[in-house]
Every structure is written in structure tokens, then in C-alpha cells.
């Protein structure tokens, strides 16, 4: 079953008479007025989407009427793979999948193709009505796409987290913990406030910046406490 949204009503307008106008391309299941937007019911996905591309625009009393599919939940956009097609038929494919719904993308790459669909459901229509079907003198096979983004396939691209998750470039992972106390030894750094006295090698003190000094010196005190506590 589709939704369809249809906005801009006109104040004329009635149930039956947006039902009739709907029933001319499919079954309509069920049809809504409310204030200056209506909703419309469509059992196939097919006629729905000719309804969709037909009465967009549509005059009904004199006013242009909106018609679009209702943004439902499943919205999210869907890859699908598609094997057994040949280069060259990237348009006649295009429209084939148009007549599910809206295709943001459609590429053949070998005998292959990949093709974006905006909607979920739509694609799992596609899928439903197009898979195993004879498309230019073959029978093609239509899946959802498992492939991943190009980028996540980069040599430098962390491994996938529990349960096949992989992290966005940039993932910060986990909390680096603070350095050990020989390290804090090792750089020679005065445990006292860096305003209270000069540093005991000055050398150690002048490569790092005064904030970081405050810093080091602040964890030695404090570690200092703890150990004296």
C-alpha cells in the first residue's frame, strides 16, 4: 500500500471527487481531507507512481495541486545491485525502476548495475516486482546492495567494530590515558607550580609551552598527595 500526499487543495474540493480523480490510475483504498491537504491509498506501487507523476501540478478549480509520495518512516535511500545487464542500457533501466518510484542514480558497470532508489519502500517494491524478470533479452536479478562506500574501503581505514559496525574517518575511539610518572621523570620537570620558582633544567622547561608545564605540573602534585595520603 502507498500514501500519497496531495497539497494546495482548493476549498471546493471534496472526498469523492480527489477519489475519483486517484481511481482513474489504480485502486484507492483509502482517501482523506484535512483543512487544505488531503491523503490518498493506492494498493500498487506502479499506480501509485504514475497517479504521483500525472496530477502533479494537476488544476483542480483552477488551483495547481502538490502530489508526492507521504514521507513515512522508511525513507532512507537504498542501493540496489543488479546483475545481468549490459553497457549501454543505462537509461532504459533508469525507467524501469522509475515505474517504482524515484531513482536518484543509475549506473551499469560491466554486466552489472547499481541503481539509488530516495525510498525503502519503493526499492523493496523494485525488488518484489523486477527480480527475475527479462530486461533487453535477459533475465536480471535484483538485490539490495551489500557494497560498502568507497572511502571505508581505503588501506587506512580502521577494521569494522563488534558486530560489523565500521566507524566514521575521524573516530576518536578510545580515551588516551595520561603518561606514566617515568615519563614525567624523564622530562626533568620541576612538580612545583610553574610561577613559584624556575624550573631545575632549564632546558627541559624552554622546549614545551607554558600551559603544558601547569598542566604536568598539576598531575605531580596531585599524584604526589595521593601517594602521601
Known amino acids: 500500500m502507498v500514501k500519497i500526499f496531495i497539497g494546495n487543495v482548493p476549498r471546493e474540493a471534496d472526498k469523492d471527487e480527489i477519489q475519483a480523480l486517484f481511481s482513474q490510475y489504480g485502486a484507492v483504498t483509502e482517501c482523506a481531507i484535512v483543512k487544505n491537504f488531503a491523503f490518498v491509498h493506492m494498493d500498487d506501487r506502479k499506480s501509485a507512481t504514475k497517479a504521483i507523476r500525472s496530477l502533479h ?9 502538490n502530489v508526492e509520495a507521504s514521507r513515512g518512516k522508511n525513507q532512507g535511500a537504498v542501493k540496489l545491485h543488479v546483475t545481468n545487464v549490459e553497457k549501454g542500457n543505462d537509461d532504459e533501466l533508469r525507467t524501469l525502476f522509475e515505474e517504482y518510484g524515484t531513482v536518484s542514480e543509475c549506473a551499469i558497470v560491466k554486466n552489472f548495475a547499481f541503481v539509488h532508489m530516495d525510498n525503502s519502500d519503493e526499492a523493496l517494491d523494485a525488488i518484489k516486482g523486477l527480480d527475475n524478470v527479462e530486461f533487453q533479452g535477459k533475465r ?12 571505508e574501503e581505503e588501506e587506512d581505514y580502521p577494521p569494522p ?5 565500521w566507524p ?7 580515551r588516551h590515558d595520561p ?3 617515568s615519563y614525567l621523570r624523564g622530562l626533568n620537570i620541576s612538580t612545583r607550580s610553574a610561577s613559584s620558582s624556575p624550573p ?5 622547561r624552554s622546549d614545551l609551552p607554558p600551559r603544558l608545564v601547569e598542566r604536568v605540573s598539576f598531575s605531580c602534585n596531585a599524584l604526589r598527595r595521593n601517594c602521601n595520603a
Do not use: F, M
Request: charged share 20%.
Open 140 to 151: 536480471i536479478h535484483v538485490q539490495i546492495s551489500k557494497s560498502r562506500p568507497r572511502y
Open 200 to 204: 631545575s633544567s632549564p632546558d627541559a
Open 57 to 65: 501540478l494537476y488544476k483542480l478549480h483552477g488551483t495547481a495541486i
Open 168 to 174: 566514521p574517518r575521524g573516530y576518536p575511539g578510545e
Open 179 to 181: 603518561p606514566p610518572p
Open 161 to 165: 567494530q563488534r558486530g560489523g559496525y
